[in-house]
């Protein structure tokens, strides 16, 4: 029986064994997910082909990027179904068609700003674009800043840096608008998302969040989000519960609207999550998940060994909205 996450009208089927991938192929840390306008689900991976694509019943329709990308981290999709492509490996995001070519390059290749410098782009983590097309980038790992870029790349300004008052950053991992052109940080390791018009200016933050990794929203003009949270990365709360992992949906107040999955701590069982990375809805209100399993395996972990099928399938999950 297949589990079902949340209650009232936030219920999710898990859908059990869902990508179908060709035979010997493996998802290696799904560390997003994008969904196109005919519902076909574009999977960021770690693996040896780094964009898979499949379609809303998980069977496998093409790959691309073999060669092209260091490290997958973040995924965008506008509303030509055009993909940003964030690589925290190489510094850059690339702009791809669905069909995997490359339009536009924001970074340079293999080429870090200094640490902590401010400069574009250190480890950089996730895309997002302003109703005109403007790019923001979340930056990162090696930065504690939010760039702004026209629509062909040139850099408009920047905010942030490192620190715990609004407008600060401690590892600032996702990023997401919306219809008004609001900015929405997820300011991972403070707990937190932020809240920013399109210059920069602070507004607010939600604060009932552990450790907000993944960040989606589902739009409109009364928005909700959906965070994928990672659970705790110390080994004196790694066994307290109702810290995650797991998903919450929030309104765009951050008020909660319901949460997913959590209550006991990590799991590769149906209905638990490892490390939820990246998110994405599809016109159903079908959720994807997608999971950094191995690389989080060790922080969730440390004594056991890993499961093969972790590095495998089980780092996409696909969660069917329960309609009856």
Known sequence: MPAIL?????????????????DGWQLTDVASVAVDSK??????????????VLDREGNFLRSWG???FSRAHG??????DNLYC???????????TAD??????????ERPAPFMSGDPFHRCTHTALSPKGEIYVSDGYGNARVHKFTPDGKLMKSWGEPGTDPGQFNI???????????????DRENHRVQVFDGEGKYETQWNNLHRPCALCCCGGKAPTFVVGELGPGM???????????????????????????????????SGKFLAPHGIALDSKGDIYVGEVGVTDWKTSFPDEEMPAFVRSTRCLQKLERVRE
């Open 39 to 52: 519902d076909r689900i574009y999977v960021f991976n770690r693996g040896a082909h780094p964009m898979v």
């Open 172 to 186: 600032v991992h996702n990023i997401a608008t919306d219809a008004d052109g609001w900015v929405y940080v997820a």
């Open 86 to 96: 964030t690589d925290d490996g190489d510094h850059t995001v690339r702009k791809c």
């Open 235 to 269: 080994a004196v709360n790694r066994k307290v519960p109702n810290l995650g992992p797991r998903l919450s949906i929030v309104d765009a107040k951050g008020n909660r609207i319901a949460r997913l999955g959590g209550e006991e701590g990590p799991g590769v069982a």
């Open 75 to 80: 995924l965008h999709i506008d509303a030509g």
């Open 6 to 22: 949340g209650t009232g009208e936030h219920r999710y089927r898990v859908v059990e064994n869902f990508a179908k991938l060709p």
């Open 100 to 109: 995997g070519k490359v339009l536009l390059t924001i970074g340079i290749p």
């Open 66 to 68: 073999e060669g092209l």
